[in-house]
Antibody
Framework: EVQLVQSGAEVKKPGESLKISCKGS????????IGWVRQMPGKGLEWMGI????????RYSPSFQGQVTISADKSISTAYLQWSSLKASDTAMYYC???????????????WGQGTLVTVSS | QSVLTQPPSVSGAPGQRVTISCTGS?????????VHWYQQLPGTAPKLLIY???NRPSGVPDRFSGSKSGTSASLAITGLQAEDEADYYC????????????FGTGTKVTVL
C-alpha cells in the first residue's frame, strides 16, 4: 500500500528556520516524483514544486522559487520542504503528494500525505 | 491568482445533479492539456476524483463524471449525497507558467 506520512505540526516564530518531511513507503521511492502543495487558512491549493528523489531533479513554481527549498534523502525515502527564514504569511497546511505522469509535462497527484500544519507567529 | 477559475460555491438538494465548471485559457485547457479533479472533505487531505478529463480511479463512485470542451472542463455529481459536501478543485498544466501544474480556485459544494 502506497503511503506518504508527514511530520507533525510546527509552531515557529518569524525569522526561524524549518524543515518538514514526507516519508514514502509501499513503492519504489526513487522511481517516482514527490510534490508539495500549500493551502493557506481558508484558501485553495497551490502547487509549490516537485522533486525526483532518484537524481534530485527539482522544479519550482515561479511563485515559490527562492522562497523554499525542496530536497530528498533517498536512503530513507524521505522528501523535505525547508524555509531559511519563516514569515507569518508562511502559516498554512502543507501537503506532499505523489505525481502520476502521463506525458512530458502533465501529471496528477494520485497519493497524498496527511498534511503538516505550520504556524508562524510572534 | 489562479489561471483556472471555478465558481466559489454550488448547492443542491439530495438526489439532484450539480455541475462545477473550470474555466481556463489557450495556455492550459484550451491547449489540449488534460484536467483532473480533487475532492477535499472538511479537515482532510485532497483526494483524486477524476484524472485525464473523465477517468475515475478505482473506488470513486460513478456518480462523479468529468468532461472537457474548448477552454473549459466540468465535474458533474449526479444523485447528490450528504457525504459529497466538500471542496472540489480542478488541476491542469499551464505552458505559460514555467512548467507549472496549476489548481483551480476551488468550489464549495453544499448539500441542502
Amino acid at each position: 500500500e502506497v503511503q506518504l506520512v508527514q511530520s507533525g505540526a510546527e509552531v515557529k516564530k518569524p525569522g526561524e528556520s524549518l524543515k518538514i518531511s514526507c516519508k514514502g513507503s509501499g513503492y519504489s521511492f526513487t522511481s517516482y516524483w514527490i510534490g508539495w502543495v500549500r493551502q493557506m487558512p481558508g484558501k485553495g491549493l497551490e502547487w509549490m514544486g516537485i522533486i525526483y528523489p532518484g537524481d534530485s531533479d527539482t522544479r519550482y513554481s515561479p511563485s515559490f522559487q527562492g522562497q523554499v527549498t525542496i530536497s530528498a534523502d533517498k536512503s530513507i525515502s524521505t522528501a523535505y520542504l525547508q524555509w531559511s527564514s519563516l514569515k507569518a504569511s508562511d502559516t498554512a497546511m502543507y501537503y506532499c503528494a505523489r505525481p502520476a505522469w502521463f506525458g512530458e509535462y502533465e501529471y496528477y497527484f494520485d497519493y497524498w500525505g496527511q498534511g503538516t500544519l505550520v504556524t508562524v507567529s510572534s | 491568482q489562479s489561471v483556472l477559475t471555478q465558481p466559489p460555491s454550488v448547492s443542491g438538494a439530495p438526489g439532484q445533479r450539480v455541475t462545477i465548471s473550470c474555466t481556463g485559457s489557450s495556455s492550459n485547457i484550451g491547449a489540449g492539456y488534460d484536467v483532473h479533479w480533487y475532492q477535499q472533505l472538511p479537515g482532510t487531505a485532497p483526494k483524486l476524483l477524476i484524472y485525464g478529463n473523465s477517468n475515475r480511479p478505482s473506488g470513486v463512485p460513478d456518480r462523479f463524471s468529468g468532461s472537457k470542451s474548448g477552454t473549459s472542463a466540468s465535474l458533474a455529481i449526479t444523485g447528490l449525497q450528504a457525504e459529497d459536501e466538500a471542496d472540489y478543485y480542478c488541476q491542469s498544466y499551464d505552458s505559460s507558467l514555467s512548467g507549472s501544474n496549476v489548481f483551480g480556485t476551488g468550489t464549495k459544494v453544499t448539500v441542502l
